[in-house]
């Protein structure tokens, strides 16, 4: 199995880690973030790992190229000349998963003891084109599902609060998402989610992970 672990940004609230270093080199629990990310996917049993990268993305062929061997999955690094967004991160990523059933993706910035496998149990039952791992937690930015969990929009000002979950970084991916083309613009996933939704009546469903540990590590204080 295939997942992609997004790396390729500025990390501007880490601020002043993130001036000599990309974010996905910055250190957590004394190993760099990418190198956590990399375990979770080995363990869900991903053997080929895709990497966008952008800024330093030197410092991050440099780390590979003295590491590499440290991990059991085939490592993949795509430099993107500009920033892509998650979306255009993924999509950029079609010639690699074209024909993949489905694959993971993981931000580099999360920390949780949730299992990400858990959300192809998901996938199995409901053949979405995507599941969203989710939590009952504070967020400024949060989405809105029905009661069995498909999504239906972001939140609004007429949102129910109890259908409400916030993201917590980790996504299963259908192979049909790159019926939305494959240009390399800034796009965000979620956009590309709603459009599919729109024009297909794809489903996305969200795979609540109840009470575990999460931490946005893209925030110092919780380094």
Known sequence: MKGIILSAGYGTRLLPLTETKPKALVEYKN???????????????????????????????????????????????????????????????????????????????????????????????????????VQKRHSARKLEFTKDMKLTRRQSENSVTENLFAFNGMHLISGSVFRYGFENKLTDIFDVYFELMKLYGDEVYGCDTGAVVFKDLGKKENL
């Open 31 to 133: 190993a760099p973030m990418i190198h956590h990310q990399i375990l979770r996917l080995q363990k869900a049993g991903v053997d080929e790992i895709l990497i966008n990268v952008h800024h330093h993305a030197k410092l991050m062929h440099d780390y590979f190229k003295i590491n590499s061997g440290k991990y059991k999955a085939d490592i993949i690094l795509k430099e993107e000349k500009d920033i892509l967004g998650t979306g255009g991160g993924i999509l950029n990523f079609h010639s690699n998963l074209k024909n993949e059933k489905c694959f993971f993706v993981i931000n580099v910035d999360i920390e949780t003891d949730f299992k990400i496998e858990k959300l192809y149990e998901v996938f199995e039952n409901k053949n979405p084109l995507a599941v969203l791992a």
